[in-house]
């Protein structure tokens, strides 16, 4: 019932910036809690960030604090996740999800979810 489709990713060199957009769409979503995880070539599907639907509590994986922002635009069902410093180690592809509970967005694994967009690529390289 809920189709999310990310957009926004490109190639950026260390310590540059990119922001990601996951634009959401079904049926009474809009108080879900939104999230972005990340998988690299031959990774596991890793959480990233995640938001509720009020804009609070945020969750943020470890290697991201400091400098990935998350936020979501209700209105226009839109969560965006502000990438800034990015490192070689952040290239993957990115991809949003929903879920109704923080918790398993910081506990769980990509198998807890049971929706996905096809994914945006980043590439950190100089």
């Known amino acids: 019932q809920v189709q999310l489709e990310e957009s926004g990713g490109g190639l950026v060199q260390p310590g540059g910036s990119l922001r990601l957009s996951c634009a959401a769409s079904?049926?009474?979503?809009?108080?879900?809690?939104m999230g972005w995880f990340r998988q690299a070539p031959g990774k596991e599907r890793k959480f990233v960030a995640a938001i509720t639907w009020n804009g609070g509590p945020l969750a943020y994986a470890d290697p991201v604090k400091g400098r990935f922002t998350i936020s979501r635009n209700n209105a226009m069902n839109i969560t965006y996740l502000q990438m800034n410093n990015l490192k070689v180690e952040d290239t993957a592809v990115y991809y949003c999800t929903v879920h109704q509970d923080l918790g398993t967005f910081v506990r769980g694994t990509a198998s807890d979810f049971g929706s996905w967009g096809r994914g945006t690529q980043v590439t950190v390289s100089s």
């Open positions: 079904g049926h009474n979503i809009n108080r879900d809690i």
